[in-house]
């Protein structure tokens, strides 16, 4: 069974283990990857040039965990109680044909792009940032594990795009897992640390408005600005893009073709020496 769309309301109450544990085996393996196994032979591609203390990972770890509940209880919520009938999930394939079943993913995609970038602005207003998005600031170099580090109550409103989806649009649960995986492993990328993009994407007509780590990144550094989550079209539509994000890029870039071009350097000392957690 691929999504318990007809599963009894019981079964529902695993759904926050499901999503905690999808994070936690992303995150770890990440983690281990890029922070332990990887941390000097890979600190060229390290966005900012230091290393998060042990506290800061225990901090993103404990309020993902709660994040993980609330987004569980809430697909519980829609999908295990008598709300399921007022749903627009559909399990027929046929019904909307593959053509849909592709596009409604994209359609999500974009739907959770705005609801995104506009409840990330009102996070940021200084009567909300304190009380709520603070939390997640607190992360002013993330790690893959501040993916899902919030105040609960704005995990509540990041779940939100959950009955949106669930309500509104014809949803088949392949295109819904399709969805949540994207969405796990782009903010996932988005607070990695690390560049993955190649030099060309930011300068392909269309990679240009796809949001990337090293924005993302600048926006846990300096605060405002870069507010998207899978594209950079609301940044530049309302003028929110950081002006310094092309040079921020630039600089990034410039360590990995540096770091090419010498294959057998090493990381400065003073770098890894700082990159020790504490
Ligand atoms: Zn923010
Ligand atoms: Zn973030």
Redesign the pocket.
């Given at each position: 069974m691929l999504f318990p769309i007809d599963a009894p309301w019981y079964v529902y109450l695993a759904m926050p283990f499901v999503i905690f544990g999808r994070y936690f085996l992303l995150c770890s393996w990440l983690f281990g990857l890029f922070y332990l196994w990887k941390q000097r032979q890979w600190l060229f591609r390290k966005i900012q040039q230091r290393f998060p203390k042990r506290s800061d990972y225990r901090r993103e770890l404990g309020y993902s965990a709660l994040t993980a509940l609330i987004f569980g209880l809430v697909v519980a919520l829609c999908l295990g109680t008598p709300l399921r009938a007022y749903t627009t999930v559909y399990t027929d394939v046929s019904e909307y044909g593959i053509p849909y079943l592709i596009l409604s993913v994209v359609l999500i995609l974009f739907l959770h792009d705005s609801y995104f970038y506009w409840m990330h602005r009102l996070m940021h207003h200084p009567k909300v940032y304190r009380h709520v998005h603070l939390v997640?600031?607190k992360?002013v170099n993330?790690s893959p594990w501040?993916?899902y580090?919030f105040h609960p109550l704005e995990a509540v409103v990041e779940a939100g795009i959950l009955p949106l989806v669930l309500f509104t649009l014809p949803v088949h649960p392949i295109a819904m897992i399709s969805f949540i995986t994207i969405m796990l492993w782009f903010?996932v990328y988005?607070?990695l640390g690390y560049e993955l993009f190649p030099a060309w994407v930011y300068e392909h007509p269309l990679g240009r408005w796809l949001n990337s780590g090293v924005y993302?990144n600048l926006?846990?550094e300096r605060f405002h600005g870069n507010y998207s989550l899978y594209f950079t079209c609301w940044d530049r539509w309302m003028g929110t893009l950081r002006t310094d994000s092309a040079d921020k890029v630039a600089e990034v870039q410039q360590n990995i073709h540096q770091h090419k071009a010498k294959p057998c350097s090493t990381p400065s000392s003073a770098a890894v020496a700082d990159s020790s957690p504490t």
């Open positions: 997640h600031h992360s993330p501040a993916a580090a903010n988005g607070h993302h926006h846990h």
